[in-house]
């Protein structure tokens, strides 16, 4: 089993820090070379294809897609170890376009959006609880998703990265609500070495239409989820693996908008498989 010999000390730190001790990186580290060679040897890999890997890597180094690529294939596995550890609302990937300073939007406001005649509008609302399903007051619930032609504020063509990102603050019953516009699915560059990666493996690079959500209050294990709209293309399909059935959502609109509803419930921020 992956992880055997890892004393609970080490790990509860190293999730906590966000560092890992000398200790885990020798066990992980080796487990994954290990994990490569053997690999390597089943498939007689060739030196000429061995070296064409390395150039692999250089080139999405160089294109900027290291966390792209990298997400694509392992945060989905990361997101189901955090949820077997710690309970409250399933978490799916974060995905590489994550920022942390996005503006505070007032409780009821709006995401900073352009313009656009493909706007379709957008309210996003829920509730912050605890495991017992009391409320909590204060949490901060960072949204971000695409504009409506697929690109993420602060990362692609120039959008200000104060645009389509923002925290709201929950209220005393641990409700939240801002407003913003639906995104649509995203098209993992095909020209880039990751897209292309994914196209030469027999599969395609889109991901559903999604909006990303990072719940945080004080004791609690931070949540990183995404929801998805029901029907939505990609929903069953996703080059991230990153559904989890929870997080489809009903088609529901109220004059005009689409709502996104998530009523999160926070887990302690202590490994429940060890918490006893
Ligand atoms: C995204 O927007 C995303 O959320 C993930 C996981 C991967 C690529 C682009
Ligand atoms: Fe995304």
Redesign the pocket.
């Known amino acids: 089993m992956p992880g055997e010999g890892l004393d609970s000390g080490t790990r509860t730190r190293s999730v906590r820090s966000g560092e890992m001790s000398n200790n885990r990186i020798h066990a992980v580290v080796s487990d994954i070379v290990n994990g490569i060679r053997q690999v390597l040897v089943r498939h007689g890999v060739t030196f000429d294809e061995y070296r064409a890997g390395v150039m692999y890597a250089v080139k999405t180094g160089e294109a900027g897609e290291i966390p792209?690529m990298l997400?694509?294939f392992l945060?989905s596995t990361v997101s189901d170890i955090e949820n077997a550890a710690y309970g409250g609302t399933e978490g799916t990937?974060?995905?590489?376009?994550y920022l942390p300073n996005a503006p505070i939007i007032p409780n009821g406001g709006e995401i900073l959006t352009y313009d656009d005649d493909r706007n379709v509008p957008m309210v996003v609302r829920g509730t912050v609880k605890d495991l017992e399903g009391q409320p909590i007051a204060g949490a901060t619930v960072d949204i971000w998703h695409?504009t409506p032609d697929g690109y993420?504020g602060g990362i692609h063509n120039d959008i200000p990265a104060n645009y389509y990102r923002g925290k709201v603050l929950t209220d005393s019953e641990g409700r939240y609500f801002v407003r913003s516009t639906v995104p649509v699915p995203?098209k993992?560059p095909d020209q880039g070495p990751t897209g292309a990666l994914l196209e030469m493996m027999g599969g395609h690079s889109w991901?559903p239409a999604?909006v990303?959500f990072k719940v945080r209050a004080d004791g609690y294990h931070t949540l990183t989820t995404?929801s998805y709209f029901e029907q939505g293309d990609y929903v069953e399909d996703d080059c991230?693996n990153?559904v989890r059935p929870v997080q489809v959502k009903p088609d529901v609109r109220e004059n005009g908008e689409k709502v996104i509803e998530n009523d999160f419930q926070l887990a302690p921020d202590v490994i429940a498989s060890r918490a006893a």
């Open positions: 792209l997400d694509v945060n990937i974060e995905g590489p376009y695409s993420y995203y993992i991901r999604h990303h995404q991230c990153g």
